[in-house]
């Protein structure tokens, strides 16, 4: 609900997978520890303040193919410094997507656990590669 975590000592909130489809004013506001925020597919409003103030805030990974129109007061005060991570084929609307555009750094969101280890969005000879040396020289 509206500020339900404000001010917690949370460092990372991942909503996948769940069937989440709002997240509330102030919700997650002056989370000043929060660094990583993963929200699903599913969501469909992000209210203002939701993470307004969470100043250690540098990745939103963000699984919803069509930017939600929001409102600036959302990451108030973090886009500057964080990276939005969304689906491949969306990486260029969100770059135009009024709001979403003011992120330091819009990419792809790849998931490593999925087999993808160097980020190069193909699962491939050189995952294999990279998780053998990591093994090897672990």
Same mark, same amino acid.
């Given at each position: 609900g509206s500020?339900?975590?404000?001010? @917690?000592?949370?460092?990372?909130?991942?909503?996948? =997978?769940?069937?989440? $489809?709002?997240?509330? @004013?102030?919700?997650?506001?002056?989370?000043?520890? *929060?660094? @990583?925020?993963?929200?699903p597919y599913t969501l469909n409003t992000l209210e203002n303040g939701a993470f307004s103030g969470c100043s250690?805030?540098? $990745?939103?990974?963000?699984?919803?193919? @069509? =930017? *939600? $129109?929001?409102?600036?007061g959302v990451f108030t005060a973090i886009m500057r410094n964080a990276k939005l991570y969304v689906p491949h084929v969306s990486v260029n609307i969100y770059k135009a997507a009024p709001i979403w555009e003011n992120f330091s750094g819009i990419g792809p969101w790849v998931k490593k656990e999925m087999g993808n280890v160097n980020n190069d969005e193909a699962i491939?000879?050189?995952?294999?590669? $990279?998780?053998?040396n990591h093994i090897l020289c672990s």
């Open positions: 500020k339900a975590f404000e001010a @917690t000592v949370l460092e990372k909130v991942d909503f996948q =997978p769940t069937a989440l $489809s709002m997240i509330e @004013t102030d919700a997650f506001k002056n989370c000043e520890k *929060l660094m @990583t925020v993963c929200l250690a805030l540098d $990745s939103v990974a963000c699984a919803v193919t @069509t =930017p *939600l $129109s929001i409102k600036a491939n000879v050189s995952d294999v590669s $990279s998780l053998i």
